[in-house]
């Protein structure tokens, strides 16, 4: 499974991204998706979680509220709307995939395939 992220950038606090995971090589709906991201200087965290059919989903607490994920199957594609953004979400952003039909895991060693990342930053 290859995966491509898009839709980073400069925005100012309050403004609003979406990103988006292009999934290509396997069988996507197989793929519970995960959204992750790294600040400078910190390590890895998991932002945000989607089973393999859509149907639940999760957020780490400081995005909860602002952050939607979603998925089209039929696109083979992850989203990530990120809503009032400030600047401590400024991050490369990665989507990755797992293979699980069933659940999710927070895990980032359950992950299987990684895209190459986006960079998102809020600034004033």
């Known amino acids: 499974v290859q995966l491509q992220a898009s839709g980073g950038g400069l925005v100012q606090p309050g403004d609003s991204l979406r990103l988006s995971c292009a999934a290509s090589?396997?069988?996507?709906?197989?793929?519970?998706m995960g959204w992750f991201r790294q600040a400078p200087g910190k390590e890895r965290e998991g932002v945000s979680y989607i089973t393999a059919k859509g149907g639940l989903t999760d957020y780490t607490d400081a995005v909860k509220g602002r952050f939607t994920i979603s998925r089209d199957n039929a696109k083979n594609m992850v989203y990530l709307q990120m809503n009032s953004l400030q600047p401590e979400d400024t991050a490369v952003y990665f989507c990755a995939a797992d293979f699980r039909i069933f659940g999710i895991s927070k895990s980032e060693g359950e992950y299987d395939y990684w895209g190459q990342g986006t960079q998102v930053t809020v600034s004033s």
């Open positions: 090589g396997g069988t996507f709906e197989h793929y519970a």
